[in-house]
């Protein structure tokens, strides 16, 4: 299994501005994935993390409003960025070992964009 | 959209008694896993099935996987107040080489004392 650190767990933030949401997995992963989850609602894809290569973006998500880096790996970050009211939501990550096929996840980032 | 949808969307029972929850998917898929989310914090991993697999039992959880109706159901005996969550299926695709997990729409279940 894998341990999944997240943080910030809980941000407001003012529109117009961007957050970076770290996730650090305890052990060396194949995979990591960012999610968005809004009030209610359940869980939408929005990238596969590549380790030292540009990420790949699901339908409806772009780049520039969501940056996402992947230096090793063990370690994420998510941007998002030029908030709006819209972005409010939790923002997962999750990692897949090697060899495995269980999905471990963080605890979540609330994010409120006021 | 890939999405699986889940039935019923909310479920409320009391204490003692089986809830069972229904997740239809689109696609051929390598496995099913269901999990488990309480008051919209991480998921927690229950039970996963193989796409060969037709029944999985792990404590009170029941898995069930129908693949020639792409339909998978989840059954929770002796259920407890703690269970209240809502509950997800996920489904593992890999497309041109790449894995990724879609998940359903989800179950909220709460179970009264």
């Known amino acids: 299994s894998a341990v999944i650190s997240q943080k910030p767990s809980r941000d407001i933030c003012q529109r117009g501005t961007s957050l970076t949401i770290q996730c650090q997995v305890d052990s060396q992963v194949t995979m990591m994935f960012w999610y968005r989850q809004q009030p209610g609602q359940s869980l939408t894809l929005i990238a596969t993390?590549?380790?030292?290569?540009?990420?790949?973006?699901e339908s409806g998500f772009v780049i520039d409003k969501f940056p996402i880096s992947r230096p090793n790996l063990t370690f994420s970050t998510l941007t998002v960025s030029n908030m709006s009211p819209e972005d409010s939501s939790i923002y997962l990550c999750?990692?897949?070992?090697?060899?495995?096929?269980?999905?471990?996840f963080g605890q979540g980032t609330r994010l409120t964009v006021v | 959209s890939q999405q699986g949808e889940e039935d019923p969307q909310a479920l409320s029972i009391q204490e003692g008694e089986n809830a069972t929850m229904n997740c239809s998917y689109k696609?051929?898929?390598?496995?099913l896993q269901w999990y488990r989310q309480n008051s919209g914090r991480g998921l927690v991993h229950l039970i996963l099935i193989r796409s060969n697999e037709r029944e999985k039992h792990s404590g009170r959880l029941r898995v069930t996987l129908d693949t020639s109706k792409k339909s998978s159901s989840l059954l929770i005996t002796a259920s407890r107040a703690a269970d209240t969550a809502s509950y997800f299926c996920a489904t593992d695709l890999t497309t041109s080489g790449t894995y990724k997990y879609i998940f359903g729409t989800g179950t909220r279940l709460k179970v009264l004392a």
């Open positions: 993390a590549n380790q030292g290569s540009e990420a790949t973006y």
């Open positions: 696609t051929s898929i390598n496995n």
């Open positions: 999750s990692a897949r070992g090697q060899g495995g096929t269980e999905a471990f």
